[in-house]
């Protein structure tokens, strides 16, 4: 069953951006997940993304409540399509749900509150290690870059996947566990 509309939910824009994204290329209607109730039907099929905290894509239990969850897409500061096994795991995703992962972008003045705390020692501790690791894979240079430095790494390409599951060109890749 095809998505009627896409629904997302965003902490920093990234995710918002990137269902934007979405919507124009598949001409679908975009709502956040706190405003899309009255303008979608309960059951309604649909398309969710959610930011990414500690591996839980944000939001996609209200979401899975209140819509027909097609495919879902986690944003967060990995590489996109990577950490699909721990996603899987962490949200105990239906077996047959096409998971994709999409690399956002990272901004300390972003957050607020508690995430703004918890993504400063975050970013300290991880960054430290990162940036004393010997040999880094050019993925770990691009995370260290990221923590250090910040920005967006949203961009059309990254949505590929996705839009080749939406538009019935390939199956999803799920690597399951």
């Not at 590489?79 to 995703?93: P, V, Y």
């Not at 691009?142 to 920005?151: E, F, I, K, S, Y």
């Amino acid at each position: 069953m095809k998505p009627e509309a896409i629904v997302y939910t965003s902490n920093t824009g990234y995710t918002a951006q990137y269902a934007r994204m979405l919507g124009k290329k598949t001409s679908l209607p975009v709502y956040d997940l706190d405003d899309s109730n009255g303008k979608i039907g309960a059951g309604a099929p649909v398309l969710y993304l959610g930011w990414l905290m500690a591996g839980k894509v944000q939001g996609y239990g209200k979401a899975a409540k209140r819509y027909a969850v097609q495919a879902v897409c986690g944003v967060g500061m990995g590489a996109t399509g990577s950490q699909m096994q721990d996603l899987q795991k962490a949200n105990r995703f239906p077996e047959e749900l096409p998971i994709f992962t999409l690399q956002g972008g990272f901004d300390l003045k972003r957050l607020r509150g508690v995430y703004r705390f918890m993504m400063t020692v975050m970013a300290k501790t991880a960054g430290k290690g990162l940036s004393e690791k010997q040999n880094r894979t050019p993925d770990e240079d691009a995370m260290l870059d990221l923590l250090c430095n910040g920005g967006s790494r949203v961009r059309e390409e990254n949505l590929s996947a996705v839009l080749e599951w939406y538009n019935g060109e390939a199956s999803c890749t799920v690597v399951r566990p």
